[in-house]
């Protein structure tokens, strides 16, 4: 990668692209050999990836332990980000059992995620989902401390609304929030990231691919198991696929006149709209690793981008991005 790092808020440096490492365990079945995971995510290391993005529910905690013994031997030259609230009693329940960001619960839940990624402290500390039962102030309070404990460096916030961005940062400064954006969901423009400009937050795009849509591999006639999230999602419904093909059709465009692929013509996109961007696109393979970090080196023009801008503003995305149970758990 030509432009290889970022900053996100309070000082975080990491790599202009992360790897999201959750498909590895979770959500896209089958999944792979675990040894082939330890040596993706070190291979990644390698290439210049420094953010390393997993949780204590993926799995559940099985994502956080392949994580960690992947990056134990390079602990000290990567940024681990995890996330807290949700109750993990009875493993197994929809959804997992609940939300729970009591102070009480965090300081718990920090021991066992530690424990399983092989390390003394967590780079980035993100609530994945906001607790309605408790405020927001609350939570910001009991990261801090572990802050000023050395168990956490940052804190940061998962599909949060703007409001409770604001009354976070207040009580322990956001470092950054994880927020799904991508050119089939672009809801963070209107009002969080300019409330992130404004306060110094980094913006950590989660499905920047749009899970796999926007890479140009999946159209109206392919099958996802049962078990494959993209299965109860609306907007992977077969009519909808058809329909948001007119998005990888403008991608594959430009990319044939830029000397680049479809998923690096989204991932370049999504860098150029600010230099505190940070997308975190989960693969499982190294060519497709490589093809995402070379996204950092597609420089699009003002031409491409406002080609892209016009282009977009025409074609209506179809289908919602999660089941309703899982969509009211977002943006609050």
Known sequence: MTNRTRILGQGLEVSAIGLGCMGMTQSYPPFPDRREMIALI??????????????EIYGPLTNEELVGEALEPIRDQVVIATKFGFAMEPLGSEPFGGLDSRPRHIRATVEGSLRRLRTDRIDLYYQHRVDPAVPIEDVAGAVGDLIAAGKVRHFGLSEAAVQNVRRAHAVQPVTAVQYEYSLWWRRPEGELIPALEELGIGLVPYSPLGKGFLTGAIDEATTFAATDIRASIPRFEPDARKANQALVDL????GERRGATTAQVALAWLLARKPWIVPI????????????????????TPDDLGEIEGAVSQIEVQGARYPEHLEAMTDR
């Open 251 to 254: 991608m594959r465009g430009i």
């Open 281 to 300: 696109p989960g693969t499982r393979h190294l060519e497709r690793l490589e093809e995402n970090l070379g996204a950092a080196d597609v420089d699009l």
């Open 42 to 55: 070190r291979g990644a290391v390698e290439r210049g990836v420094t953010l390393f993005d997993t949780a």
